[in-house]
């Protein structure tokens, strides 16, 4: 078997909010991604991999820590990261890997917040530009890269891959911008999508069946985008529904834009690894932070524990391990991945990371013991912008069950309305885009005790915190 013996080269490509509904390789009804897709035709491709947290932020900590956000301290937008802790990239350069970082970092700059355990890292300050992106390098010093910044981050990831001499493996994190708000796709692909793309079933969705969270929170289509993600002056004359749906075209067609330059950028990897006779000895991902609401229930963004904002793509190829063409529906989180970059390498995970490794669902294994549940939290309450509430809960492959405990919390700069907790049940077969909470229903009395429990077990196991029990000081 390949892998065995020699040590693997890993090219892990992250995007920035590409939902897996607008992958080819997932079936997308909008668009298609013929290179993305090629990791799927030549390995496998995961059905439920799943963020912990669906935030820019907290989601890239937990992937490099292989921890939960409340282990690694990155629960929100505006918690900082302490790169000190230790990630998988350090442990496998430890380890002789040759390791490089270039893109999007998203984790604080300067002191303890700079990326740590790479060889080589060059990254754009935040969130990037679309355009003539600035970088910043090891030395500190900031420089402009004219360009547009999908081509040159992958540029600069391949020059860095071309520099390397010797046997030595390597780890390569390519971590684009794209397709983050507000959506400037690189002028050749502008004139895309020119006829109407299809609207989701639910884009017209008046949030009734669930808490009040839904209808609370300010990231819908038809009301939130501001001119700068639209780009054009609304035309004239339009009725209200009119409107959403234009709204809906600008930021769809842009978004799928941006995603056309990634899938463009992951055929220039692939073909790269093949033209320098790497591939055969390379694993090889496609992923994204986190999901998106691709118009789905009427709004863009995130946050959200709903299926669209849950769920990550995740592809991924090793030529001799990894059966081409195949799928699996295990219960994935971000959290794993460490531990599975880890696993692939022959390091040994610290005891600190609370995931586990993908390899045996990448050999297509069914682990009789594999997690039957996901654990989500969202801490960023009430951000004052998108106003989602915080909340947590659990899904299973049928249920999903959330808490949005916000009772009592204070917003600083929000509103001073009072949050009333809610929960919300879920029938995932029945219902899947989740339109109808069935939590006082007495014909899931049953289901709703059940995965109750299984919160407080997951909580329980991982060491994070009931809210109540935070707030009392319990425990
Ligand atoms: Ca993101």
Redesign the pocket.
Known sequence: MAGVGRRPNIVFIMS??HAAHAVGAYGSKINETPHIDRIAAGGMRLDNCFCTNS??AP?RAAILTGTYNHVNGVKTLSTEFDARQVAFPELLQAAGYRTALVGKWHLGHGGVHDPRGFDHWDVVPDQGRYHNPVFIGMDGTQRTVPGYATNVITDLALSWLDGLTGDDPFCLLVHHKAP?RNWEPDAKHLGMFEDDLAVPDTFFDDYSGRATAARQARMRVADHLRIDDLKKILPPGLTRDEEALWKYQQYMKDYLRCVQSVDDNVGRVLDHLDERGLADDTIVVYT???GFFLGDHGWYD?RFMYEESLRMPFLIRWPGVIEPGTSHDALAVNVDFAQTFLEAAGVPAPDRMQGRSLLPILRGEHPADWRRSVYYRYWEHDDGIHHVWAHYGVRTHTHKLVYYYADGLGVPGASDRTYTPEWELFDLGADPWELRSVFHDPAYASVRAELTAELARLQDELGDEPYHLQESGER
Request: charged share 40%; aromatic share 0%.
């Open positions: 920035d909010d935030l820019c989601s983050h994204s932070d986190q995130k």
